[in-house]
């Protein structure tokens, strides 16, 4: 068996009506960096929420394979247990609470024990300083009242206090300044030395890569993968744009 | 053709109490149908029991910043009924905190009345393992002033009778004279079987008065809940602005929740605004709990835990926060 | 700015035409047992009927006047004749029908709106229905449509006894009472299983009667899998007494079937209007109500739906103005008993010139009814500080599997549209009446083309004279 954390294998998803994923085949190994680009509305948020569980979004066919396993009959719970993240393109505000008490929990829920107050503290603080976030937003509600550089940078936050193995990451970049891009790149840079994470990055822009090193890129079209190459690939793109997809 | 029960299953929770020791509180100011059981709640009161009062006259004077906490209504037990009256003084600032925390029925009244420039915040606890409490607050608000209110209800466990506390709760707020405000935080927790009957009646009498309502609360077992909710705008308060939201999280099989939220409106200029939401965890929220590793449970014994836990925020009172935390993690078993 | 002026009664035009009364006969003033029993030997009514009546007005001597709504003090029974029968049999071609009352329904567009686009038209004139006729293609699909009274004695007759207020028992309230005692005139309707008609059915109500009541019975069965469109309209000329209706719509809509239900409700403003209207909906069924309520000088209308059936859905959609002398306490009612069952309520309300317009609602959901989806969204708009509009909805939940949500909005014509259409050369009165117009566009668009034009019509009419 060779070394594939994620495996998608021929994968229909309908949302609603719709079918929205034709036969998507893509593969992750362990520690690696994989980039998936393709126009809006082509289907590569809808593969993010399938790999991650949202119901809403309905497996017709095909299987999502991950550390070995069958997952696409799991609840998203225990996919996230297992080592699955998502960051979330517009992360939800939930009022009353706390981005450490959220964390907390989410921690405790992976490892079966509660953490020691002082020890997550200090882990949260030290990680928060990474990131260059302002302490005080640990204590203050779930991206309540968040700009949208401050929403991106606390699920990297997440991403990091709960070190799964694989990270999907739903145009993390989209909508920053370049100094949170900075910010948010150095911290995906952590995150595969940290934890030697694989990391599956749905974006438009090369600014979030440039801190990592890309093994490979995908570029999805209606609902398929119709071309995938090495690092240039996203070069290639970047100059002349998605419009030969559909030869 | 059988005939259909159209009426709400199992209605006589309040209307089992009939007779000569029966309270009626919490009126609404406009009525509706009847079969609702909406229109009033009313109390089982032992009439035979003397009445013993404990008075309570607190003023505070002009241009005086204070913080006053009023812990005998939890301590003392030798009144069923206490009268508090505080006359906030032009200019003044005060926090009143209070705590009541029953060991017997009890009726509680404030009558607070805010001069031109006063603010006033009024903090309460409203905590009961098995006893009925009636709290009242009434208010007066003179020109510019501005009037905060932060409720918080959590039930309580004692012995086998535990959360099995009623509360009725009764606001009634004037803003008499034109710029006042006013602000209401309300959490509350419910479960095992208490029963919690909120009124509030906001009336805008002066122009360009202000009042925003935000009601949050988890339901769980068996526990009920009836949430009156009147704005009402008189003749001649134009400019006013009345806002009030409530959210309710249902999350055991046999709770019961009433929500009737009123808008009353003899004024053109003005705007009013009312919105209501009741149900389980919503879906966007579960998912992005899950998608953390939390389920379904835990996320929302999380949520539950927030809609009190929200308040905290709006205590400036370490000793007040503290309680709120320690009772949250007593009925809820976290941290 | 100018000061604002008011008309006070405006010009209702058609509808205030009065005809001169030329009745066949017309029941005494007031309610005793003698008086229902004359009533019932007068229409000759089955005995279950008769004893059903004496047993309704046993009831409403029972019974407390509501006392959460507009007062009803105005209306003094012992003066109300509660039948009036017209000179006239029933017809089936308007050629029978008496001249003077078949002028009053041409002036209202009836007998054109039928060869238009019509499958069907009853039309009662105070008591009694003067004509009724159904298309013959509608006919042959089996659809019946017919008065109460023949229906009560015909091929029907144990259907109606089935069905007869069963769904608003006399006990329901006292004007549900009253009017088992003494109901007259109205329709019934049955539509077959997996019958759809694709125009709607009419029936129109004119109350020409001075100080009379009118206490139609509309009975609707559309069975499984079939669909219908029923539309009711009414009016009446003013006059200064009191004048009532008191009617009843009992709507059963079966298995999979789907039914709407639109009125253009416009009494005169003399006229008190105590109307009780439900549906029961089965497995998968529909009901959509569309209500306009222009007229009636009181009005206590809350059309209820009842979810019996699982999957089974009900949508209100309505608005109320209340202008000048008016109180309307309008709404609707719901109640989920099936499982996965959904309703949705979306109303506006006018107040001016001193009316009161209240929206009333309850939206029950009992804890059989898991899979709840409920949605309320009511918006009020005052147009002057002489009037009034008030909101009061409220909420039974006793299932935690529900989604029940409400929002409600009261405000004022905003004084940036009004300079925005004047700067496009509009004067303010049209420009009120255009946003009042676009308020109110909720039921307009569900109305077919005529009504909805006939509802703008009215909307007009009341804005007439709202700025000078």
Same mark, same amino acid.
């Given at each position: 068996?060779?070394?594939?954390?994620?495996?998608?294998?021929?994968?229909?998803?309908?949302?609603?009506?719709?079918?929205?994923?034709?036969?998507?085949?893509?593969?992750?190994?362990?520690?690696?960096?994989?980039?998936?680009?393709?126009?809006?509305?082509?289907?590569?948020?809808?593969?993010?929420?399938?790999?991650?569980?949202?119901?809403?979004?309905?497996?017709?066919?095909?299987?999502?394979?991950?550390?070995?396993?069958?997952?696409?009959?799991?609840?998203?719970?225990?996919?996230?247990?297992?080592?699955?993240?998502?960051?979330?393109?517009?992360?939800?505000?939930?009022?009353?609470?706390?981005?450490? !008490?959220?964390?907390?929990?989410?921690? /405790?829920?992976?490892?079966?024990?509660?953490?020691?107050?002082?020890?997550?503290?200090?882990?949260?603080? /030290?990680?928060?300083?990474?990131?260059?976030?302002?302490?005080?937003? !640990?204590?203050?509600?779930?991206?309540?009242?968040?700009?949208?550089?401050?929403?991106?940078? !606390?699920?990297?936050?997440?991403?990091?206090?709960?070190?799964?193995?694989? !990270?999907?990451?739903?145009?993390?970049?989209?909508?920053?300044?370049?100094?949170?891009?900075?910010?948010?790149?150095?911290?995906?840079?952590?995150?595969?030395?940290?934890?030697?994470?694989?990391?599956?990055?749905?974006?438009?822009?090369?600014?979030?890569?440039?801190?990592?090193?890309?093994?490979?890129?995908?570029?999805?079209?209606?609902?398929?993968?119709?071309?995938?190459?090495?690092?240039?690939?996203?070069?290639?793109?970047?100059?002349?744009?998605?419009?030969?997809?559909?030869? | 053709?059988?005939?259909?029960?159209?009426?709400?299953?199992?209605?006589?929770?309040?209307?089992?109490?009939?007779?000569?020791?029966?309270?009626?509180?919490?009126?609404?100011?406009?009525?509706?149908?009847?079969?609702?059981?909406?229109?009033?709640?009313?109390?089982?009161?032992?009439?035979?029991?003397?009445?013993?009062?404990?008075?309570?006259?607190?003023?505070?004077?002009?241009?005086?910043?204070?913080?006053?906490?009023?812990?005998?209504?939890?301590? +003392?037990?030798?009144? $069923?009924?206490?009268?508090?009256?505080?006359?906030?003084?032009? $200019?003044?600032?005060?926090?009143?905190?209070?705590?009541?925390?029953?060991?017997?029925?009890?009726?509680?009244?404030?009558?607070?009345?805010?001069?031109?420039?006063?603010?006033?915040?009024?903090?309460?606890?409203?905590?009961?393992?098995?006893?009925?409490?009636?709290?009242?607050?009434?208010?007066?608000?003179?020109?510019?002033?501005?009037?905060?209110?932060?409720?918080?209800?959590?039930?309580?466990?004692?012995?086998?009778?535990?959360?099995?506390?009623?509360?009725?709760?009764? *606001?009634?707020?004037?803003?008499?004279?034109?710029?006042?405000?006013?602000?209401?935080?309300?959490?509350?927790?419910?479960?095992?079987?208490?029963?919690?009957?909120?009124?509030?009646?906001?009336?805008?009498?002066?122009?360009?008065?202000?009042?925003?309502? $935000?009601?949050?609360?988890?339901?769980?077992?068996?526990?009920?809940?009836?949430?009156?909710?009147?704005?009402?705008?008189?003749?001649?308060?134009?400019?006013?602005?009345?806002?009030? $939201?409530?959210? *309710?999280?249902?999350?055991?099989?046999?709770?019961?929740?009433?929500?009737?939220?009123?808008?009353?409106?003899?004024?053109?200029?003005?705007?009013?605004?009312?919105?209501?939401?009741?149900?389980?965890?919503?879906?966007?929220?579960?998912?992005?709990?899950?998608?953390?590793?939390?389920?379904?449970?835990?996320?929302?014994?999380?949520?539950?835990?927030?809609?009190?836990?929200?308040?905290?925020?709006?205590?400036?009172?370490?000793?007040?926060?503290?309680?709120?935390?320690?009772?949250? +993690?007593?009925?809820?078993?976290?941290? | 700015?100018?000061?604002?002026?008011?008309?006070?009664?405006?010009?209702?035009?058609?509808?205030?035409?009065?005809?001169?009364?030329?009745?066949?006969?017309?029941?005494?003033?007031?309610?005793?047992?003698?008086?229902?029993?004359?009533?019932?030997?007068?229409?000759?009514?089955?005995?279950?009927?008769?004893?059903?009546?004496?047993?309704?007005?046993?009831?409403?001597?029972?019974?407390?006047?509501?006392?959460?709504?507009?007062?009803?003090?105005?209306?003094?029974?012992?003066?109300?004749?509660?039948?009036?029968?017209?000179?006239?049999?029933?017809?089936?071609?308007?050629?029978?029908?008496?001249?003077?009352?078949?002028?009053?329904?041409?002036?209202?567009?009836?007998?054109?709106?039928?060869?238009?686009?019509?499958?069907?038209?009853?039309?009662?004139?105070?008591?009694?229905?003067?004509?009724?006729?159904?298309?013959?293609?509608?006919?042959?699909?089996?659809?019946?449509?017919?008065?109460?009274?023949?229906?009560?004695?015909?091929?029907?007759?144990?259907?109606?006894?089935?069905?007869?207020?069963?769904?608003?028992?006399?006990?329901?309230?006292?004007?549900?009472?009253?009017?088992?005692?003494?109901?007259?005139?109205?329709?019934?309707?049955?539509?077959?299983?997996?019958?759809?008609?694709?125009?709607?059915?009419?029936?129109?109500?004119?109350?020409?009667?001075?100080?009379?009541?009118?206490?139609?019975?509309?009975?609707?069965?559309?069975?499984?899998?079939?669909?219908?469109?029923?539309?009711?309209?009414?009016?009446?000329?003013?006059?200064?007494?009191?004048?009532?209706?008191?009617?009843?719509?009992?709507?059963?809509?079966?298995?999979?079937?789907?039914?709407?239900?639109?009125?253009?409700?416009?009494?005169?403003?003399?006229?008190?209007?105590?109307?009780?209207?439900?549906?029961?909906?089965?497995?998968?069924?529909?009901?959509?109500?569309?209500?306009?309520?222009?007229?009636?000088?009181?009005?206590?209308?809350?059309?209820?739906?009842?979810?019996?059936?699982?999957?089974?859905?009900?949508?209100?959609?309505?608005?109320?103005?209340?202008?000048?002398?008016?109180?309307?306490?309008?709404?609707?009612?719901?109640?989920?008993?099936?499982?996965?069952?959904?309703?949705?309520?979306?109303?506006?309300?006018?107040?001016?010139?001193?009316?009161?317009?209240?929206?009333?609602?309850?939206?029950?959901?009992?804890?059989?009814?898991?899979?709840?989806?409920?949605?309320?969204?009511?918006?009020?708009?005052?147009?002057?500080?002489?009037?009034?509009?008030?909101?009061?909805?409220?909420?039974?939940?006793?299932?935690?599997?529900?989604?029940?949500?409400?929002?409600?909005?009261?405000?004022?014509?905003?004084?940036?549209?009004?300079?925005?259409?004047?700067?496009?050369?509009?004067?303010?009165?049209?420009?009120?009446?255009?946003?009042?117009?676009?308020?109110?566009?909720?039921?307009?668009?569900?109305?077919?083309?005529?009504?909805?034009?006939?509802?703008?019509?009215?909307?007009?009419?009341?804005?007439?004279?709202?700025?000078?």
């Amino acid at each position: 068996m060779d070394n594939k954390l994620l495996e998608i294998k021929d994968l229909y998803v309908n949302v609603g009506e719709k079918e929205i994923l034709k036969g998507v085949n893509l593969s992750v190994g362990s520690n690696e960096t994989h980039v998936l680009m393709g126009p809006n509305g082509t289907g590569k948020s809808t593969l993010g929420y399938a790999i991650c569980g949202n119901p809403k979004y309905e497996i017709t066919g095909g299987d999502i394979i991950f550390d070995g396993e069958s997952i696409k009959d799991m609840a998203v719970n225990e996919r996230a247990k297992k080592g699955i993240f998502l960051s979330f393109q517009n992360p939800l505000e939930v009022p009353g609470v706390t981005l450490s !008490a959220f964390i907390r929990s989410s921690l /405790e829920q992976k490892t079966g024990q509660r953490m020691k107050l002082w020890d997550f503290k200090k882990k949260l603080k /030290e990680t928060m300083s990474l990131l260059s976030m302002d302490e005080s937003y !640990a204590e203050r509600d779930l991206n309540v009242g968040f700009s949208g550089g401050e929403k991106k940078k !606390a699920e990297i936050l997440q991403l990091l206090m709960l070190e799964p193995k694989l !990270a999907i990451l739903d145009e993390t970049d989209s909508g920053l300044d370049v100094d949170a891009v900075r910010t948010v790149s150095n911290g995906i840079k952590i995150f595969k030395e940290r934890c030697e994470g694989s990391l599956l990055i749905i974006t438009h822009s090369t600014k979030i890569l440039e801190a990592l090193t890309v093994d490979k890129t995908h570029i999805m079209h209606e609902g398929v993968i119709v071309k995938e190459g090495d690092a240039s690939l996203v070069d290639e793109i970047n100059e002349s744009g998605f419009e030969d997809l559909n030869n | 053709m059988t005939n259909i029960n159209i009426l709400p299953d199992n209605e006589n929770v309040y209307n089992e109490h009939n007779g000569s020791d029966v309270l009626t509180v919490n009126a609404m100011p406009s009525k509706t149908w009847h079969w609702l059981s909406v229109n009033e709640a009313r109390i089982k009161w032992d009439s035979n029991s003397e009445e013993k009062y404990a008075d309570e006259l607190i003023v505070i004077s002009e241009n005086n910043k204070e913080e006053i906490w009023i812990d005998d209504i939890t301590t +003392q037990n030798e009144y $069923n009924s206490k009268k508090v009256k505080i006359e906030a003084k032009e $200019n003044s600032e005060v926090t009143i905190v209070s705590n009541h925390d029953i060991k017997n029925n009890l009726r509680a009244f404030m009558d607070i009345n805010l001069s031109k420039n006063a603010k006033v915040k009024l903090v309460q606890l409203l905590s009961s393992a098995d006893k009925a409490l009636y709290n009242e607050v009434k208010v007066s608000c003179d020109e510019k002033s501005s009037f905060e209110l932060v409720q918080a209800f959590m039930g309580k466990k004692q012995g086998d009778t535990g959360y099995s506390g009623k509360i009725y709760s009764n *606001v009634i707020v004037n803003l008499d004279k034109d710029n006042s405000e006013f602000k209401y935080d309300m959490g509350y927790l419910g479960q095992g079987d208490n029963l919690l009957d909120y009124n509030l009646v906001v009336n805008h009498f002066g122009k360009n008065t202000n009042c925003e309502i $935000n009601v949050n609360g988890a339901l769980k077992d068996k526990s009920q809940k009836t949430f009156r909710g009147t704005i009402d705008f008189k003749k001649g308060s134009s400019g006013s602005v009345g806002a009030e $939201n409530e959210t *309710v999280l249902m999350l055991g099989d046999d709770v019961v929740n009433k929500t009737v939220p009123v808008i009353l409106c003899s004024e053109e200029e003005v705007s009013g605004t009312h919105g209501a939401s009741i149900g389980e965890l919503d879906e966007e929220t579960l998912f992005y709990f899950e998608s953390r590793g939390i389920d379904k449970e835990k996320a929302e014994n999380i949520m539950a835990r927030a809609s009190v836990e929200r308040l905290v925020g709006l205590i400036e009172n370490a000793n007040e926060k503290e309680i709120i935390e320690k009772t949250l +993690q007593e009925v809820l078993g976290d941290d | 700015m100018e000061e604002k002026t008011y008309v006070e009664d405006i010009d209702r035009s058609i509808y205030d035409i009065k005809d001169v009364e030329d009745d066949d006969f017309r029941m005494e003033e007031g309610l005793t047992p003698d008086i229902i029993k004359k009533l019932s030997e007068e229409k000759d009514d089955p005995e279950w009927m008769r004893e059903f009546r004496l047993e309704s007005l046993k009831i409403y001597n029972e019974l407390e006047v509501p006392d959460w709504g507009p007062s009803i003090e105005g209306l003094d029974m012992n003066h109300i004749a509660t039948y009036v029968r017209p000179k006239s049999n029933m017809e089936n071609t308007w050629e029978n029908v008496p001249q003077d009352i078949k002028d009053t329904f041409e002036r209202l567009g009836i007998p054109q709106a039928e060869r238009k686009s019509l499958a069907g038209v009853g039309a009662q004139y105070d008591s009694e229905l003067v004509y009724h006729n159904v298309k013959d293609e509608v006919a042959e699909q089996g659809v019946v449509y017919t008065d109460m009274e023949s229906a009560m004695k015909g091929e029907y007759a144990d259907m109606v006894k089935e069905y007869f207020m069963k769904l608003v028992p006399p006990r329901d309230h006292k004007f549900a009472a009253l009017h088992g005692a003494v109901w007259s005139g109205g329709s019934f309707v049955y539509v077959p299983k997996n019958t759809e008609l694709s125009i709607p059915l009419q029936s129109y109500f004119r109350l020409n009667a001075k100080g009379a009541g009118q206490f139609e019975h509309t009975l609707i069965i559309v069975d499984e899998g079939a669909s219908l469109h029923f539309i009711e309209g009414c009016s009446a000329p003013k006059y200064n007494v009191a004048n009532l209706h008191a009617g009843c719509v009992e709507l059963y809509v079966k298995k999979n079937a789907k039914l709407r239900y639109s009125t253009i409700e416009n009494w005169s403003k003399n006229m008190y209007n105590l109307n009780t209207k439900r549906a029961i909906v089965e497995e998968g069924g529909s009901v959509e109500w569309v209500s306009g309520s222009f007229g009636s000088h009181v009005g206590y209308l809350y059309p209820m739906s009842v979810l019996k059936g699982d999957n089974s859905r009900m949508e209100f959609t309505g608005v109320t103005f209340a202008g000048n002398g008016q109180n309307l306490d309008t709404g609707a009612k719901v109640v989920h008993i099936g499982k996965n069952t959904s309703s949705y309520m979306n109303t506006r309300s006018i107040s001016k010139s001193g009316g009161i317009s209240t929206f009333r609602s309850s939206v029950v959901v009992k804890k059989s009814a898991t899979g709840t989806k409920s949605a309320v969204s009511c918006e009020s708009l005052m147009l002057d500080s002489d009037s009034r509009s008030d909101t009061i909805p409220a909420m039974d939940i006793r299932t935690k599997d529900a989604d029940v949500g409400h929002e409600a909005k009261i405000g004022s014509i905003s004084d940036d549209a009004v300079f925005y259409l004047m700067s496009r050369g509009m004067s303010e009165e049209d420009a009120r009446a255009l946003i009042v117009s676009g308020f109110a566009d909720n039921v307009s668009k569900e109305l077919p083309l005529e009504y909805a034009l006939e509802m703008n019509n009215l909307i007009r009419l009341e804005m007439k004279g709202s700025i000078g």
